[in-house]
Structures are given as structure tokens and as C-alpha cells.
């Protein structure tokens, strides 16, 4: 268990340029989580998926955001035309579910700064 | 829909005294409680966690927590803080309208240790 493991952990992007994360959940875990953190926050729910279905998605999540989780595994996180706004950190998390309490694990996160 | 408040940003406290972070929210139904820590460039790891029966929780690191349905409180506790507990504090509920574990994070509390 290597823990869920995000990627990159910084990112520094132009206004207007497309950014895309990565995040690697514990290989069990079916559930697949997105949330936000900006700076003094606590983090905000964006968007789920069980197994390879996007099962629900806040009304955070832009049109410009898009995520997918394309074999049930890993996911990906883009943001299309950046704006200086979408600075935060974004947190990945994964659970297991099935289990009365089910328990989220968070990675460290990527910190996107947006020039 | 469910809220949850942490009154204080910032809290001070001398190494080996005690501690209580106060955490208030609001929901319809019995809650799920839960509390996360989070270090500078760590995800958040939980703290303990609340469903049902016994009102006193343990977690992890000598930290427990107390249920009262009565003042819609759930407000953290350790008997003696030492410095390696300096991070920030975040309380959350289970989200009550959907099948997936979503939670709604409260705005944190950042404790800080003095020698």
C-alpha cells in the first residue's frame, strides 16, 4: 500500500493555458474522489467516480474542468483556459466502498498557481 | 444541506497543555462525523470518526472527540499537546444526499505549539 499518490505536486501555469493532474489511488479502493482547497479553506468536494463512472459532480466543477478515470484505476484532473481563480490546491482521495465507514484516503495534493 | 463551522482560525497553546478545537454543524439526520489533520506538505490524515453509539471517540495520535446531539457539536480533545501536533484541523460531515461518501469540510483551525 503505497498510499494514493497525485501528480505533479506544483504546478505554474500561464492564464489561459490547459493544466492537467494525475492521481494514483490505493490499488483496492474503487472510489475516486476530487476535491479543492484554497488558501484559509477547507477543501470542497468537486467531483467522484466509482470504479470508471463519474458518479456526481459539484457545481464547483466548471465547464472548463474535466475529469476522467478511464480503466477504473488512475484519474485525471484538466483545466482548460486556466484563470487566475482556479489557484488552489487539489486534493485527490480514495476509498473503499462497501465498508459501513468508509474511510478517505487523501494524497498530498497539487498546488496549482495560476500567473 | 449540511454546514459544519469551526469557530477559530488560529489557536495557541503551550506544549503539554490541553486542548479542544470546537466544531459546530449543521444536518438533518444523525451525522457522520469525522476529523482531519493536515501537515505542510502532507494529505489529510484522519483523526477519528463518529456514526453511532458511544459519544466519546478515540483516534489516533491521543486525540478524542465527543458528540452532542443536544449543541450540534463535535469539538476535538487531547489531555497533553506536544509540538509535533502543530498542523491544521479540519472537521467534516458525511454528505446526506447521495450514496457516495462526500464530505463537507469545515474552514480548519490552526494550532500552533509554543516551547
Known amino acids: 500500500d503505497t498510499g494514493v499518490s497525485q501528480n505533479p505536486r506544483h504546478k505554474i501555469t500561464k492564464r489561459g493555458q490547459n493544466v492537467t493532474f494525475r492521481c494514483d489511488p490505493i490499488s483496492e479502493h474503487n472510489r475516486l474522489y476530487w476535491y479543492r482547497q484554497t488558501l484559509g479553506q477547507g477543501p470542497e468536494f468537486l467531483t467522484y467516480f466509482q470504479n470508471e463512472a463519474q458518479l456526481e459532480k459539484s457545481r464547483l466543477l466548471s465547464d472548463r474542468f474535466s475529469a476522467e478515470r478511464p480503466k477504473g484505476s488512475f484519474s485525471t484532473l484538466e483545466i482548460q483556459r486556466t484563470e487566475q481563480g482556479d489557484s488552489a490546491m487539489y486534493l485527490c482521495?480514495?476509498?473503499?466502498?462497501?465498508?459501513?465507514?468508509?474511510?478517505?484516503?487523501f494524497g498530498s495534493g497539487t498546488q496549482l498557481s495560476v500567473l | 444541506a449540511q454546514s459544519v463551522t469551526q469557530p477559530d482560525i488560529h489557536i495557541t497553546v503551550s506544549e503539554g497543555a490541553s486542548l479542544e478545537l470546537r466544531c459546530n454543524y449543521s444536518y438533518g439526520a444523525t451525522p457522520y462525523l469525522f476529523w482531519y489533520v493536515q501537515s505542510p506538505g502532507q494529505g489529510l490524515q484522519l483523526l477519528l470518526k463518529?456514526?453511532?453509539?458511544?459519544?466519546l471517540v478515540q483516534g489516533i495520535k491521543g486525540f478524542e472527540a465527543e458528540f452532542k446531539r443536544s449543541q450540534s457539536s463535535f469539538n476535538l480533545r487531547k489531555p497533553s499537546v506536544h509540538w509535533s501536533d502543530a498542523a491544521e484541523y479540519f472537521c467534516?460531515?458525511?454528505?446526506?444526499?447521495?450514496?457516495?461518501?462526500?464530505?463537507?469540510f469545515g474552514g480548519g483551525t490552526r494550532l500552533m505549539v509554543k516551547p
Open positions: 467534516a460531515v458525511r454528505d446526506e444526499n447521495n450514496a457516495g461518501n462526500m464530505l463537507t
Open positions: 482521495a480514495s476509498s473503499q466502498q462497501g465498508l459501513r465507514i468508509e474511510k478517505l484516503f
Open positions: 463518529y456514526f453511532s453509539g458511544d459519544t
